[in-house]
C-alpha cells in the first residue's frame, strides 16, 4: 500500500527541530566534527552528540549525511552550497 503525496508532507510537517538541534545540524553540515560544535555553541561534546541523537531519531536517519540531506529536503535547514570556484589560469 502507497502513500499518497497528502500522507508524506503531513508527515514531513510534524517533524520539528529545537533552535539548537538546527544550530549543532549547521555546524555539522560545514563539517564540523563533535568537539568543534561543542567549542562553538560552548557546550560539552556529550551534549552536542545528545543532540545529535535527538536529530538522528526525530528524522529516522542513521548518520550525520542523512541527517542533512532529510533536514534540507524537509526544509528544516536551508542548502547553501560552499564549494570554491575552479579558475582556469
Do not use: W
Amino acid at each position: 500500500m502507497g502513500y499518497s503525496a497528502f500522507t508524506i508532507e503531513r508527515a514531513h510537517r510534524a517533524i520539528r527541530l529545537t533552535k539548537r538541534e538546527i544550530e549543532v545540524l549547521a555546524l555539522i553540515a560545514q563539517g564540523c566534527s563533535s568537539k568543534e560544535a561543542a567549542d562553538a555553541l560552548v557546550v560539552s561534546k556529550r551534549t552536542v552528540d545528545f543532540h545529535l541523537a535527538n536529530i538522528y531519531d526525530k528524522l529516522q536517519v542513521n548518520n550525520r549525511v542523512q541527517a542533512f540531506r532529510s533536514a534540507t529536503r524537509l526544509g528544516l535547514i536551508p542548502f547553501e552550497p560552499t564549494f570554491n570556484q575552479i579558475r582556469e589560469s
